[in-house]
């Protein structure tokens, strides 16, 4: 009996990825895979199809070499053109720590804190005399039901690392999975002091250990954080300017990132982040498999709180932009 073929409207939950090694990990957790839909005209976007539980779920990555908020919103808009019952965004991949949140291998998932919707775009806004700048706006934030799914996420934690630690697990025992999306002895999670700038080479063999900073041991290797993760155009590689971010957000932001802002006014949606460096010019490649893993079992445990038959009550993404934007005009002005 061949494969059942799905249409366009079966599918509900749009994810969005990245980098390859994202979407390699997003592929892991995918229960069934489905048979490949055509594209219609004008649609450039790669789509990968499957089922996460009773879940349909559409993925999509940015071109190659293609990144930031433009891309993502670009891959978005397309994505629920083509897929019109969309009714549930994730934007997962990796992100660069806030060190007095995080550690590597750590999960954060975007969330509301104060005024601010879950995702901050730290470089928007205008530059004033004095060289100030000042940031204007403010991005749409996620649907209530996805924010009432994750405040069940994160009241049950124990379940929900339980769930993701079973689904690390699981890849384990497939052959077929890279070893570098799995956590090894190789991974070596080290901080070094703010002030301290990268000696030239592809590691940090060259670097002076005494900068190292000691932090207390945990007793977990893996926390899942709620909280504010900030989005810009540029690449962060810097630990001064990644403090001052901490600080200007009321030391709220655990994680940050450069696709997240271009999503969340067109595509409302939660966003998981992988911790795979702290975002200074110290940061190389390591961590970066297995922290997409981690960010891919954190999505895959929190579809799992939200029952498919109340996702197919949700109202579209394409409608919820409706109701969005007249709103989000207003802000803006």
Known sequence: MGQL??????YTIGWVCALPNEQSAAFFMLDERHEDLDNPPNDQNAYTLGSVGKHKVVIAGLPKGRYGNNSSATVA??????????????????????????RLGDVVISCPSGTESGVVQWDMGKAEQGGQFKRIGSLAPPPTALLTALGKFEADQITSREKMLSYLDGLRERASVPRSFLKSNSLKDVLFNSGYTHVDGEDCSQCDEKMLLERKAREDDMVIHCGLIASGNQVIKDAVLRDKLYETFDKNVFCVEMEAAGLMNDFPCIVIRGICDYADSHKDKRWQNYAATV???????????????????????QGELLFLSGSQQLELG
Request: with cysteine; proline share 5%; charged share 20%.
């Open 295 to 317: 960010a891919a079992a954190c999505a895959k445990a929190f579809l799992s709180v939200v029952p498919a038959s109340e996702v197919d009550k949700l109202q579209r993404v």
């Open 77 to 102: 808009a397309r994505m629920i053109s083509t897929f019109p019952n969309i009714r549930v965004g994730l934007m997962v991949g990796i992100g660069g720590g806030i060190p007095q949140k995080t």
């Open 5 to 10: 073929r799905y249409t366009y409207e079966d």
